[in-house]
């Protein structure tokens, strides 16, 4: 008896295992936050089993080598530039099939109207797709994007079970001695983007911009089994940050990090400002 109910625990356990395959959940598991379903994200298989290959403790040595750095750096401008030509398009609706995408979200809905995967990849919501959450109330931060998101207390209690870079902190983040310890003992939350979601951000609350700082640096994978190494990717990686002032929460940095996918990153309202100065003359 002991026997047959292991073969069919083992033969089901082998199923699911080819049903995530098919299915691509092969990623990291998040709980889907209207159903509180537990769910694995859609991932390629090839990069999970990359994943696990470079960052695990016999190898991530590997990946703070100056050689796998240039690599990096130089595969993630490279991609970009691809991403950035007319052929790019052909990609758009194998993505879009791959990872199930809902283009009835975003604007366009059609996929041919986007003239390169780089324009389709920054694509916009469609109005009302995303309601904001209690709109006319201040005192709400809100979620940024369409993300995975964790929220710890504090920087401390992120870095026992996210965030396991050696020298990771606020003050390497930021790279300034004077901002880093004004954030240092304050609580965080991380939004990370997969490749299929809506690559825009969005502040979380309302204020003034303060500061503005844009960094150069690494494209290393943002994925949690990368974060969860001894490589200290966030403080690598190339990132701009802003300094919100607001009413409600004081003081509020908000960074965004790139990745092996994502060089760049724009900030609408800074550009916006730039122009207005350049028009008067500043």
């Known amino acids: 008896m002991f026997v047959i109910t292991f073969l069919h625990w083992t033969a089901d356990y082998l199923l699911s295992l080819v049903k995530m395959v098919q299915n691509r959940e092969v990623g990291w598991i998040t709980i889907e936050r209207k159903t509180g379903k537990h769910m694995r994200e859609q991932q390629p298989l090839w990069k999970k089993l990359k994943l696990l290959l470079l960052f695990n403790p016999l190898t991530e040595w590997l990946d703070t080598t100056h050689l796998m750095r240039l690599y990096l750096h130089h595969t993630a401008i490279e991609e970009g530039k691809q991403e950035a030509t007319p052929a790019s398009r052909k990609r758009i609706k194998a993505f ?33 797709s995303r309601p904001i959450y209690r709109k006319d109330d201040p005192t709400a931060a809100v979620i940024v994007a369409d993300s995975r998101v964790v929220a710890y207390e504090a920087v401390a209690e ?14 390497n983040l930021v790279m300034d001695k004077q901002l880093g310890p004004k954030f240092a003992d304050g609580p965080v939350a991380s939004f990370r983007l997969s490749p299929q979601d809506y690559h825009r951000y969005h502040s979380p609350v309302s204020g003034t911009i303060k500061l503005f700082r ?18 200290d990717i966030l403080t690598r990686n190339a990132r701009d940050y802003v300094v919100i002032e607001t009413k409600e929460f004081g003081e509020v940095l908000f960074v965004a990090i790139g990745a092996s996918q994502v060089g760049t990153v724009r900030y609408a309202l800074y550009e916006l400002w730039c122009q207005l100065k350049s028009a008067n003359g500043q």
């Open 214 to 231: 844009s960094m150069p640096g690494d494209y290393y994978e943002v994925d949690p089994i990368a974060l969860q190494s001894q490589v």
């Open 158 to 171: 992120s870095k026992k079970i996210w965030i396991k870079g050696n020298d990771f902190s606020i003050t």
């Open 96 to 128: 879009v099939d791959f990872y199930h995408i809902n283009m009835n979200d975003f604007t366009p809905s059609d996929i041919t109207a986007y003239a390169t995967f780089e324009d389709f990849f920054v694509r916009a919501h469609k109005p009302g």
